[in-house]
């Protein structure tokens, strides 16, 4: 499977180190530059998926790197800035950004973005995203990083709480027993009652809200399937 390879300017380190973790969590090769003639440096060098550009830097900012980049690349390129003025990201779609997304973000929403513009652009096939993700409805399961979305926001789930959801969504629109999913999702590790079974789907209808596919099955257990 190809590791995609993400390369994020910004000239504050905390910040590039921070992306980096998002990004490396969620599966990505990462790169780092600190400003815009060592981006263009390490785009004329290595095999670039993507550009995270921050635009407020020093010397050379992310509109005039974007500019010079797209004289001789077609790498996508998501604008990042403290700025969420319109005509900053006017400007940035204009000069060639694909996207643009205003500082302080969080982990969820950065990475949703970042694939959402490699699907938008070609680079990420439906047949490379679905070893990685799962999706039902509203909601999509990032398998490397074990990140929930609903609607593009994360949510936080237990690790049960997220595999009893991924066994669901694998085999949405069946109807399986509450015997089934203590069997697959728990394997052997709870020998109590099936109870734990209803608490868990209980805590994940609160937690999926607006997205709650599970419906309960009467005298068999559970099953997800969105709702006619």
Not at 64 to 76: A, Q, T
Not at 182 to 195: F, I
């Amino acid at each position: 499977m190809h590791v995609y390879t993400i390369l994020v300017v910004d000239d504050e380190e905390d910040m590039r180190n921070l992306v980096e973790m998002y990004l490396l969590n969620s599966g990505y090769r990462c790169l780092q530059a600190a400003n815009g003639k060592e981006a263009i440096g390490m785009v004329e060098t290595e095999d670039v998926d993507l550009i995270l550009l921050d635009i407020m830097m020093p010397g050379m900012n992310g509109f005039s790197v974007c500019e010079e980049i797209r004289e001789y690349w077609e790498i996508p390129v998501i604008f990042v800035s403290a700025k969420g003025e319109e005509w900053d990201k006017v400007r940035g779609l204009k000069l060639g950004g694909d996207d643009y997304i205003v500082k302080p973000f969080n982990p969820g929403e950065l990475v949703a973005r970042v694939e959402a513009v490699l699907r938008r652009t070609g680079k990420l096939s439906l047949n490379e995203e679905s070893q990685n993700h799962v999706r039902f409805g509203k909601i999509s399961l990032n398998l490397q990083s074990r990140t929930v979305l609903v609607e593009g926001k994360p949510i936080n789930l237990t690790l049960k709480e997220f595999e009893l959801l991924l066994f669901l969504m694998r085999h949405k629109s069946q109807a399986l027993s509450r015997e089934q999913l203590l069997e697959n999702v728990w394997s052997g590790e709870y020998g109590g009652s099936l109870r734990t079974v209803d608490t868990h789907i209980k805590t994940l209808r609160m937690k999926l809200r607006a997205a709650d596919y599970i419906q309960t099955v009467w005298g068999i257990g559970y099953k997800i399937e969105e709702k006619k």
